[in-house]
């Protein structure tokens, strides 16, 4: 295991985050509570320290295993938990964003915890009935108050996360130092705004979903294991069943699972990406964990990116043009290296204009 930086912040987090939402039974699906133990125990022997939860996750029932599982040691990890959804059905003011959910929230999730601070605090979901200078500010209280080292966001619009992020920069509170977003080989609609926008802030990612529920593991391939469904979603899909087969090939051709080969490509990404890894047994988990041992050769990933590039839409389609790059750079414009850059690429290799 390797280590990287959380977003602007000076906070080392592994590579690779455990997701818990699976820490529990409750929902009739997941890891009981010994199994989920004994999975945070492996994630932590491998290395392992940013440990994601959420108060709505099984009820709380994953944050109160985390809390039992880490006690005596809570201080070596890094914790991140969430607030905005429903908690108590019938209640209104337990959804939202606003700063009596924040509050209540937050003091019901330490509780769970067992602990007097969480490490970063990931704002749910977007609502819009709370004014941003609200939820900005309300974060920021909670900082100021020590029970909350940093803060995030998951699931918003770009524009709005720019905005909220330069808010709290001119008003001196505290910025986002990371977003979540679902993000895998057949989910990159967020390559159009939501990335480029995250290099820009300096924001860290953390990839939710990296194996498209299940998708990219190839078992639902010629429609194996019936229809895949989820919280009312259906991802069964076969629309991008070509790149799954690649995904597949590459994993028989370099002797690993589908899956590795997923984590790898995540993990190759521009930028700090942090893959959410998802399990409900030690065997899943540990063969998830060997992701990390595996680098893509360039040609494969290329083969990838071909494969499973998105459309973006306005304004890269009219930008990508040679006779619009020419206009809007200058006619030497091949001639021009960006030294900000940390890869050193020409202009004219910028995925904005590819």
Do not use: C
């Amino acid at each position: 295991m390797r280590y990287t930086l959380l977003g602007r912040s000076g906070i080392r987090v592994s590579e690779l985050a455990l997701g818990t939402m699976t820490f529990g039974d409750d929902w009739g699906w997941g890891a009981s509570r010994e199994t989920s133990a004994r999975l945070l125990d492996l994630y932590a022997e491998a290395g392992g320290n940013f440990v994601d939860t959420a108060d709505a996750y099984t009820g709380g029932t994953s944050e109160s295993v985390i809390g039992a599982t880490l006690r005596g040691r809570r201080d070596r990890f890094v914790i991140g938990t969430k607030y905005s959804l429903q908690t108590q059905p019938g209640d209104l003011n337990t959804a939202g964003n606003h700063r009596k959910n924040l509050v209540t929230s937050l003091e019901a999730s330490l509780r769970r915890l067992e602990t007097d601070h969480v490490d970063v605090l990931w704002v749910h979901a977007r609502d819009t009935l709370t004014p941003l200078p609200e939820v900005m500010r309300a974060l920021d209280d909670q900082v100021r108050a020590g029970k909350v080292l940093h803060v995030g966001v998951s699931d918003w619009p770009a524009w709005e996360i720019a905005q909220a992020n330069t808010l709290a920069e001119l008003r001196g509170w505290s910025p986002f130092v990371g977003v979540q977003l679902r993000y895998n080989l057949l989910s990159r609609s967020p390559d159009s705004e939501l990335m480029p926008m995250a290099q820009a802030h300096d924001l860290a990612v953390l990839a939710w979903g990296p194996l498209a529920e299940g998708r990219l593991t190839g078992k639902y391939l010629d429609g194996g294991e019936g229809r895949l469904t989820r919280g009312g979603w259906d991802f069964s899909g076969t629309a991008e069943d070509h790149v799954v087969r690649e995904v597949v090939a590459v994993a028989e051709a370099g002797g690993w699972t589908p899956a590795q080969v997923a984590y790898a490509w995540l993990r190759s990404r521009s930028g700090t990406i942090i893959p959410l890894l998802g399990a409900t047994s030690e065997q899943q988990l540990a063969s998830n964990l060997a992701s990390t041992d595996i680098t893509l050769d360039d040609s494969t990933l290329r083969r990838l990116d071909e494969l499973s590039a998105p459309v973006l839409g306005f304004p890269h389609d009219v930008m990508r043009g040679e006779d619009m790059i020419g206009l809007a750079y200058g006619d030497q414009w091949r001639e021009v290296t960006d030294h900000r850059r940390a890869s050193r690429r020409p202009v004219n290799d910028n995925p904005a204009l590819a």
